[in-house]
């Protein structure tokens, strides 16, 4: 069973950087396709950047070169680098971690349904 917890979350000014951790247990993360996801209030889930398990990457439109997500799998952590936060990057932040064999996980799916655990959330505020 993956177990996610999610750090790194605050409140900063706009054009702000900020760096979001998620450490991951229960499952080696080499074999997991995982990702960021926020939600702000009154909106529904959206995928932000997700890394699959050759570390290709997609990121959504709205990130626009801002934001970076790696995954150190020895460390068992995933991080998503923001930088230049505006307040519209206000939201809960959450880690996701999709699971599809033991071959390992390909997909760069952007769509929450597709991830099959989550951790709490950080919260970030961009003022």
């Known amino acids: 069973h993956v177990q996610l917890v999610e750090s790194g979350g605050g409140s900063v000014q706009d054009g702000a950087s900020l760096r979001l951790s998620c450490a991951v247990s229960g499952y080696d993360p080499l074999y997991l396709c995982m990702g960021w996801f926020r939600q702000a209030p009154g909106k529904g889930r959206e995928g932000v950047a997700v890394?699959?398990?050759?570390?290709?990457?997609r990121y959504a439109d709205f990130v626009s070169g801002r934001f970076t997500i790696s995954k150190v799998n020895a460390e068992k952590t995933l991080y998503l680098q923001m930088s230049n936060l505006k307040p519209e990057d206000t939201a809960m932040y959450f880690c996701a971690a999709q699971y599809t064999g033991i071959s390992g996980c390909y997909s760069t799916s952007l769509d929450p349904a597709t991830f099959d655990y989550w951790g709490q959330g950080t919260q970030v505020t961009v003022s």
């Open positions: 890394i699959n398990r050759r570390g290709t990457t």
